[in-house]
């Protein structure tokens, strides 16, 4: 007998195990397993390289040819190939499928980056009303009392200070400040307490 001929019967006594396991025969399945499991987990494990993941993609391809076996057709092929070709796309399925998921994970990282926080974003509109209310208020105050408040407030000087910058006597400037502020407050609707 040569090996043609034995790879041949082999080969049908697969189809004919794999028509068994069609039907939920679990000694069928069992030989089946025993013949091709070997292979299922060295192609997943050539195309995944990480022992962990080749195992579940054989566990998943083996469960699979338990629930397809009736879609198994020996003209489109051998057994083995058939489960091959299951292990072989699950394999490639896994790899793109991590890769997406890299992929995603880095999109979202530069998009988190790239956008401020909510909190950063709704602190700065409130700031920006806030300054325009304010500047809203300094308007309302006279020439004197703005020139204090914002000498005091915004530059930072002492009243001895705003008194010289504005030449004009200290008792004035502490007046005329003590003044503007509370129009501001009052302005402002802030409560004085």
Same mark, same amino acid.
């Given at each position: 007998?040569?090996?043609?001929?034995?790879?041949?019967?082999? *080969?049908?006594?697969?189809?004919?195990?794999?028509?068994?396991?069609?039907?939920?025969?679990?000694?069928?399945?069992?030989?089946?397993? *025993? /013949?091709?499991?070997?292979?299922? $987990?060295?192609?997943?494990?050539?195309?995944?390289?990480?022992?962990?993941? /080749?195992?579940?993609?054989?566990?998943?391809?083996?469960?699979?040819?338990?629930?397809?076996?009736?879609? =198994?057709? &020996?003209?489109?092929?051998?057994?083995?190939?058939?489960? @091959?070709?299951?292990?072989?796309?699950?394999?490639?399925?896994?790899?793109?499928?991590?890769?997406?998921?890299?992929?995603? #994970?880095?999109?979202? &990282?530069? $998009? *988190?980056? /790239?956008?401020?926080?909510?909190?950063?974003?709704? #602190? &700065?509109?409130?700031?920006?009303?806030?300054?325009?209310?304010?500047?809203?208020?300094?308007?309302?105050?006279?020439?004197?009392?703005?020139?204090?408040?914002? $000498?005091? =407030?915004?530059?930072?000087?002492?009243?001895? #200070?705003?008194?010289?910058?504005?030449?004009?006597? @200290?008792?004035?400037?502490?007046?005329?400040?003590?003044?503007?502020?509370?129009?501001?407050?009052?302005?402002?609707?802030?409560?004085?307490?």
């Amino acid at each position: 007998m040569n090996d043609v001929t034995r790879a041949d019967r082999a *080969e049908d006594g697969m189809s004919a195990l794999l028509g068994r396991v069609a039907e939920g025969d679990e000694d069928a399945f069992v030989s089946v397993y *025993e /013949a091709v499991s070997g292979s299922v $987990l060295g192609l997943a494990y050539t195309v995944l390289r990480d022992r962990a993941q /080749a195992e579940e993609v054989a566990q998943e391809v083996l469960v699979e040819v338990w629930r397809t076996a009736g879609r =198994y057709r &020996a003209d489109r092929g051998s057994v083995r190939t058939w489960v @091959l070709t299951m292990a072989h796309r699950r394999a490639v399925d896994r790899v793109r499928s991590a890769q997406a998921s890299t992929e995603r #994970e880095r999109r979202s &990282a530069r $998009l *988190e980056a /790239a956008l401020p926080e909510f909190d950063e974003v709704s #602190e &700065a509109v409130e700031h920006h009303e806030e300054r325009d209310r304010v500047r809203r208020c300094l308007g309302s105050l006279t020439e004197i009392q703005r020139q204090s408040v914002t $000498l005091a =407030y915004y530059r930072g000087l002492t009243c001895r #200070e705003v008194s010289e910058e504005l030449s004009v006597p @200290l008792g004035t400037v502490k007046t005329r400040l003590r003044d503007g502020l509370l129009r501001l407050r009052d302005c402002l609707g802030v409560n004085g307490g």
